[in-house]
């Protein structure tokens, strides 16, 4: 199985590749960052793509999400510290098919690593519980918006994007949060006003006065 390492951390990589060439896996590049992670796979055509979320430039979340839509024959697996729902919900939205810690034990890791090749989501039997959870939860029937669905975040970072803060750099500058954070939040203001990009998400808004129009200086 030829693998590409996408982490930040040098050490890390250097660890995690002679454990996996120890497993008869070739490692066929190591990626720095999201924007070399996607330019490697796009240049070496990799099985799967080890990837970490919290990376300079492009994070691992953006880069998944490319690689997903840009090369679905390559397979990416999550490989993160970040044990958080926010995390796995979107890393695995953005078409990521696994979602493992750096905690895993090594035997664990690879019997996961294996399945991915026949098909099977790489998820321990804790997290793929947290997902059965997560997407068992009812739906909103139809298309109408209950305004009360909006968390008082969720509100928040609306309203700095209809003030035209709108990319997650800033939104994650303003409300003192991850990059990674300000993403889940616009994903589920996305989902809960059935909506598929910010400028809608604006447009709604404003028509519909779910927050208050910035006012115009001068």
């Known amino acids: 199985m030829r693998v590409l390492i996408a982490d930040d951390h040098v050490l890390f990589r ?120 997560e997407f068992a939860k009812p739906r909103r029937a139809g298309k109408q918006f209950d305004p009360d669905a909006l968390t008082e975040r969720e509100t928040e970072v609306l309203e700095l994007m209809v003030r035209g803060t709108t990319s997650n750099r800033r939104l994650a500058r303003e409300l003192k949060v991850s990059e990674n954070t300000v993403k889940f939040h616009v994903r589920n203001i996305l989902d809960k006003l059935h909506l598929h990009n910010r400028a809608q998400v604006v447009g709604y808004a404003l028509r519909n006065r779910l927050v208050e129009a910035p006012k115009e200086e001068g």
């Open 14 to 133: 250097d660890s995690l590749k002679s454990l996996l060439e120890a497993r008869d896996f070739e490692v066929v590049g190591e990626a720095n960052d999201g924007r070399e992670a996607i330019e490697l796979a796009w240049k070496l055509k990799p099985d799967i793509v080890l990837m970490d979320l919290s990376m300079p430039g492009v994070d691992g979340l953006e880069a998944t999400k490319r690689l997903a839509a840009e090369l679905p024959e390559v397979k990416v697996v999550v490989l993160t510290a970040a044990d958080d729902d926010g995390n796995l919900f979107e890393a695995i939205k953005s078409g990521a098919k696994g979602y493992l810690l750096k905690n895993l034990k090594s035997d664990d890791f690879f019997e996961l690593l294996v399945g991915v090749s026949r098909g099977e989501p790489a998820l321990t039997p804790a997290v793929a519980r947290r997902l059965l959870e």
